[in-house]
């Protein structure tokens, strides 16, 4: 490994700053905070949308292209016959200063060039419907400076998908209008839609291009278009083909000057009979009153110290000090972004998900939101509805619904048997950090069927029921299509290579396969619902909750009966049974004869505790599982494609399902170690895949952003170990989040209060942390003098001793302090 560096953590101002453009892989920040997002990379590559990335995508972007990260938000500057970009692409002129800054929702892209820097803030100012680009444009020269500056947009079709394939309408579809200094997009607005685009600056300018093969030159590239190289613009009409937006203004500046421009690239949905202002002329009166509020630098910059409050108010509900920097700036900082971002996105938009294939996941965003719930709880609250309202009557779910309808998404559709556990997993969290108990009374349909609606505590019985009553031969879950790992598919059968894993018809009729990692899975939380159906009944009176809680507590005393009966191998949890009843994940297996995801579940679930399993199911992950880089999902790999397995086996060895590290389930494994109070390797496998504290290891062999957590690096049977993949939008932002705040250092929402209950390697011996909870803010300090690895031995609340562990919740300002 070489020791090349891209870029570094300033904590201080929240940023990663990146000062060579030619970074391994494209670095992206997310823009936005609800309904107008944009993926922006660290050369200003990247595309915006509203709400949702396939069916409103409101700027092009060419996904794994030549060269790579095509199209974004490009400004030309063409100073004396040299034409550069601030962000480096697409001209790729060499700078003289290069940086850009990734922060909270905003990335600042500074360039130097022969005496003159642009610099352009990024950010979506919240409640808005357009993304601000305020650019700078400084003369540090002695000269004076004449510049020829072209912005630049491509427009999008709308339908990200049909915008890729169906050309011989999209060549024919595309309009726009110009006026002043604004260019509007209109494609498809004279029929049914009722939304349109713009892209303004607030200044006169001296031309405009609306064509693309006009500006570019057919044969050209975006590094180098007819319009800029010529320095003049075509004022072009598009009509049909590729519809564009760039404005031409002549700027001078003299020695020292400097002069800001206030770019607004805009979303507007107008109601049906206000959509025209005149015949064929579109009603730009929302367009104007979102210009009109954002047309000056004062403005823009009041905006943006807005965004940059909203983000202090929401980091500082979890704040902790250990003195270890490398741990404080993820927990405060960047973990909770990403929390932020996989709340926002679910699987949909990011350098790897092109947005089109998929749309939020039932377990994905349950998952999510318990990274995000301490942030906007009332968010969460509504995600958990409209989560819940895809579900059908049986308790079974669709595996994905479409942000902007809400709707279940056919394509796919259900029969993932864990997925109904997580309504459980993801509400209960939300309940214990808000105790807002009303939220169980909501009334939620399924299906979206008006007319069905039943209370949300019922769609959360019913999902228990589903995983009860679809069991298997050795009373464990079926497995339906899969469980969280989407890639073991047993009743798939396929030798298709036209058909998907994940669409086929689902073979399951007779089948006997049955999960281990569902049968961890439910204990967990079916443990949480009798929980939670002792608390209703205790705030209630009512015994149907306590009777409910006894029903579920026999459903979970048998399925961890049948766990220790058919699922444990001697010295780990098996992983699954196949459609033939053949077991999947032993010793007596040819390949993959161990798998992480039930190791986590079972040992979190602690099933078998007091016979050693757990114990012995931990150390075998350190044995079989561990590397250098992290655990691996299943050891050894597949070696061939295995039909009564399906996509798992289809990948090479090390990769994606098939031995991966899947960062995702890691913290399962860890969370194991810390219910089992090993704090020593809880931590060594959490700062494995914690990315600042392998931060030089992302600069050249995981390749992806060092400052989120990526879904996969490559396990130790790949080709190229070490290599990571899909950043941004995973599970593991949650997970990590779920891991270091609750487990680690161990601050964990009840129903009555704050649990204090850290895990921590001997290492540790203090740390304080600052939590805002419901309506108290507590203050805690936690000392370890003895290097203990876990358990409470005193805790101190506002100067008096309390019994146990939780401190009962009161509204208020409270010190507390613990001891290990
Ligand atoms: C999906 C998850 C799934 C995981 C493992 C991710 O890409 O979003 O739903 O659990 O892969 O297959």
Not at 207 to 213: A, H, K, L, N, V
Not at 701 to 715: D, S, T, W
Not at 762 to 770: D, G, L, N
Request: charge should be negative; include cysteine.
């Amino acid at each position: 490994m070489d020791n090349k560096r891209y870029g570094h953590f300033d904590d201080q101002h929240r940023e990663y700053v990146i000062t060579d453009p030619k970074t391994p892989w494209p670095w992206i920040n997310y823009l936005g905070n609800e309904d107008f997002f944009s993926l922006i990379s660290n050369t200003a590559g990247g595309y915006s949308f509203y709400k949702d990335a396939k069916f409103r995508r409101i700027t092009r972007y060419r996904y794994n292209n030549v060269p790579m990260d095509n199209g974004g938000r490009y400004f030309y500057i063409n100073d004396n016959g040299t034409v550069w970009n601030p962000g480096w692409k697409p001209c790729k002129t060499p700078l003289d200063f290069y940086e850009c800054r990734h922060g909270m929702s905003y990335t600042r892209i500074t360039g130097r060039k022969n005496g003159v820097e642009a610099s352009v803030l990024f950010f979506v100012p919240l409640k808005t419907w357009a993304e601000v680009q305020k650019l700078t444009l400084t003369n540090q020269s002695k000269e004076v400076k004449k510049l020829k500056l072209f912005s630049f947009e491509e427009w999008c079709l709308w339908n990200a998908a049909t915008d890729m394939e169906n050309f011989q309408r999209n060549f024919s579809t595309g309009e726009v209008e110009i006026e002043g200094s604004t260019i509007y997009h209109k494609t498809e607005y004279r029929e049914r839609r009722n939304h349109y685009a713009y892209y303004h600056v607030n200044t006169e300018i001296q031309g405009y291009d609306t064509d693309r093969e006009t500006f570019v030159g057919l044969y050209n590239e975006f590094a180098n278009p007819d319009a800029v190289m010529e320095g003049k613009p075509r004022n072009s009409h598009a009509h049909g083909w590729s519809p564009i937006a760039s404005h031409y203004i002549e700027v001078e500046l003299q020695p020292g000057e400097s002069r800001d421009l206030i770019f607004l690239l805009g979303y507007v949905e107008n109601e049906q009979d206000k959509k025209f202002a005149a015949p064929q002329v579109i009603n730009k009166d929302k367009a104007h009153a979102t210009i009109e509020k954002l047309n000056t630098t004062e403005k823009v910059d009041k905006a943006f110290a807005e965004l940059c409050q909203y983000w202090d108010a929401l980091l500082n509900i979890y704040k902790v000090h250990t003195g270890n920097d490398k741990l404080d700036r993820m927990v405060n900082i960047w973990n909770q972004y990403q929390c932020m971002v996989t709340f926002n996105f679910s699987r949909s938009a990011s350098f790897f998900e092109s947005g089109v294939g998929r749309g939020m996941g039932f377990r994905d965003s349950n998952q999510d939101l318990v990274g995000f719930v301490h942030q906007i709880p009332p968010r969460a609250r509504q995600r958990i509805i409209d989560i819940a309202s895809t579900q059908f009557p049986d308790g079974g779910c669709y595996h994905q619904y479409q942000p902007l309808t809400k709707r279940g998404n056919n394509d796919i559709g259900g029969g993932f048997n864990d997925d109904p556990c997580w309504l459980i997993f993801g509400t209960v969290a939300y309940i214990k950090e808000t105790g807002d108990f009303s939220i169980l009374d909501e009334m939620v349909p399924f299906d979206n069927q008006p007319g069905s609606e039943v209370t949300l505590f019922e769609h959360l019985k019913v999902s228990m029921d589903h995983v009860i009553k679809n069991l298997g031969p050795h009373m464990l879950p079926l497995i339906g299509r899969a469980d969280w790992n989407d890639c073991l598919n047993l009743n798939c059968f396929s030798w298709d290579p036209n058909e998907s894993f994940q669409t086929t018809e689902n073979k399951s009729e007779g089948s006997k396969a049955e999960s281990l990692m569902i049968a961890g899975l439910f204990v967990v939380t079916a443990k949480e619902y009798v929980e939670l159906c002792k608390k209703l009944s205790e705030n209630s009176k009512n015994s149907e909750y306590s009777e409910e809680a006894k029903r579920m507590q026999v459903a979970i005393d048998a399925m961890i009966a049948a766990v220790k009966k058919d699922g444990w191998d001697g010295e780990w949890y098996l992983r699954a049974y196949d459609f033939f009843g053949n077991k999947i994940g032993s010793h007596e297996c040819e390949e993959a004869k161990i798998f992480i995801e039930s190791q986590g579940w079972c040992t979190m679930a602690q099933i078998g505790a007091e016979d050693g399993m757990v114990a012995k199911a931990l150390d075998s992950c350190k044995k079989y599982l561990e590397c250098e880089h992290g655990m691996v999902l299943n050891n050894p790999a597949f070696t061939k494609y295995i039909y009564e397995y399906g996509e798992i086996s289809s990948y090479p060895e090390g990769y994606k399902e098939n031995a991966g590290i899947f960062c995702h389930n890691n913290p399962w494994v860890i969370i194991g170690e810390c219910i089992a109070g090993r704090g020593n390797d809880a931590w060594s496998h959490y700062a494995k895949i914690l990315p600042s504290y392998v931060e030089e290891k992302y600069q050249t062999l995981h390749k992806v952003e060092p400052y989120v957590n990526c879904q996969m690096v490559a396990g130790k049977d790949a080709a190229k170990p070490g290599e990571g993949k899909n950043s941004w939008l995973t599970g593991t932002a949650a997970w990590m989040w779920l891991t270091v705040s609750q487990y680690i250092l161990g601050v964990k929402p009840q129903y009555d209060g704050l649990q204090i209950d850290p895990c921590l390697p001997t290492t540790a011996k203090e740390y304080t942390i600052q939590r805002k909870f419901r309506d108290a803010e507590y203050t805690i300090t936690v000392k370890n003098p003895d290097g203990k690895e876990s358990g409470v031995k005193q805790m101190i609340v506002d100067g008096k001793p309390i019994d146990g562990n939780i401190i009962p919740y009161s509204a208020g300002k409270h010190a507390v302090e613990v001891t290990m």
